[in-house]
């Protein structure tokens, strides 16, 4: 029988949570090197990496999950867990084993997936009362449980506020954010109807470019084609949200990221660019895309906190950035929240399994990979105001 460890978030503290699993990876990269085995992994601690590194240290309780641990549980990955001092419930049950899964990598950036033990997956009634109050949650999953997952989280958090459990009249009156990652092996022309299904009740909808190429019988998606233009108006079309205000957010590997709105589309480089040599940090993309989403979640209800406050007064000074994000209007903080977004993906991509967390010496500091989150934050976003400056209609563009 599971034996389950109580969280310790308070009511309405929880800002962040995933449904994605716990899973040790192991990763074959096509021959191009050695494969590895027993690694930290799963959407679920990807996804927890990237809302950690937005949230910092101060709001780490702020971020929630479930893990579950099998009867052959590293202890080595027991302690990388709790060192992130997150809202993490784990459930132990030394009946099963671990959720373990196969990773395959093709030269193009294909990813192949399989389980290789039976895998358990989480449900919304699994979620303690705290964490049905999150302001977010992040799925991966097929459309028609990104369905499910939402209509069961919205109708658990009415019964609690009728039976007065709710954090405040103030929350319990706001809807949380839903961040939707198609899953990979369910990008099909057969699910197209169910895609469209999906959209309209999660407020981010976000698969990467060769899973909408997949989806829609296409080799792959590209902001250039005409076809890849017309496949983003037929999705903002059909509508995403429940009030149709929602986004597509596009994850183009070392392309960046493209969201779009029905009337807004921000494109942003990806972290790592190529130097003079060739060469860049990127080791392994396992994971990224789960970190960019629990990064821009996480990101989505940080407004007023430390990465807003390094982003905003760099970028204030471009008066084309001033006007997107008026444009954006209620989604104003996606902007924002997607630069956080990729530099978490930028610290996941630097090593094979999950970036190191560690506090300097001296001050305290925070540091993933020996850098500052805020530090890397401020530096990308340099960046960036070079080139909105220099090319603003190549970064903003009005549909």
């Not at 699993?21 to 959407?43: C, E, H, Q, T, Y």
């Not at 990101?299 to 390094?310: I, L, S, Y």
Request: glycine share 8%; net charge negative.
């Amino acid at each position: 029988m599971a034996e389950s460890v109580l969280a310790s978030a308070q009511p309405g503290e929880v800002e962040f949570c995933t449904l994605g699993m716990f899973i040790l990876d192991d990763i074959d990269f096509g021959g191009s090197r050695p494969g590895v085995k027993n690694i930290l992994g799963g959407a679920a601690s990807f996804a927890v990496v990237g809302a950690r590194m937005v949230a910092g240290s101060t709001h780490a309780r702020s971020v929630s999950w479930i893990v579950d641990v099998g009867s052959d549980f590293p202890p080595e990955t027991l302690a990388v867990l709790q060192s992130w001092g997150t809202d993490c419930v784990f459930r132990n049950d030394h009946t099963r084993l671990t959720t373990r899964a196969w990773n395959g990598y093709h030269p193009d950036e294909k990813r192949d997936f399989k389980y290789l033990t039976p895998k358990l997956r989480l449900e919304p009634y699994m979620l303690s009362d705290t964490q049905a109050w999150s302001r977010t949650f992040h799925m991966v999953c097929s459309p028609s449980r990104c369905i499910h997952i939402v209509n069961e989280i919205l109708r658990r958090r009415e019964e609690l506020y009728e039976a007065g459990q709710a954090p405040s009249a103030e929350h319990a009156s706001t809807r949380p954010i839903f961040v939707w990652e198609p899953v990979p092996d369910l990008c099909t022309p057969e699910e197209q109807e169910k895609f469209f299904a999906a959209n309209k009740v999660v407020d981010v909808v976000s698969p990467n470019h060769q899973e909408l190429g997949m989806m829609f019988d296409q080799p792959g998606w590209s902001e250039w084609s005409k076809e890849g233009q017309q496949l983003v108006q037929t999705i903002l079309a059909s509508g995403i949200g429940p009030n149709g205000d929602g986004c597509l957010v596009i994850r183009a590997g070392k392309e960046g990221s493209y969201a779009f709105s029905r009337t807004q589309k921000l494109w942003l480089p990806a972290y790592h660019q190529p130097g003079t040599s060739g060469a860049t940090a990127v080791v392994d993309p396992t994971g990224a895309g789960n970190s960019f989403l629990g990064a821009l979640a996480q990101g989505m209800v940080t407004a007023g906190r430390e990465p807003f406050n390094v982003i905003e007064p760099i970028l204030s000074a471009s008066q084309a950035w001033r006007e997107s994000l008026d444009a954006w209007a209620v989604r104003r903080n996606l902007p924002m929240a997607l630069i956080c977004a990729t530099v978490a993906a930028g610290f996941v991509v630097e090593q094979i399994g999950v970036p190191e967390i560690s506090m300097t010496e001296k001050g305290g500091k925070e540091l993933w990979n020996q850098s500052e989150f805020t530090e890397r934050v401020r530096l990308y976003t340099q960046r960036l105001f070079k080139t909105l400056d220099e090319s603003p209609q190549r970064h903003l563009l009005t549909n």
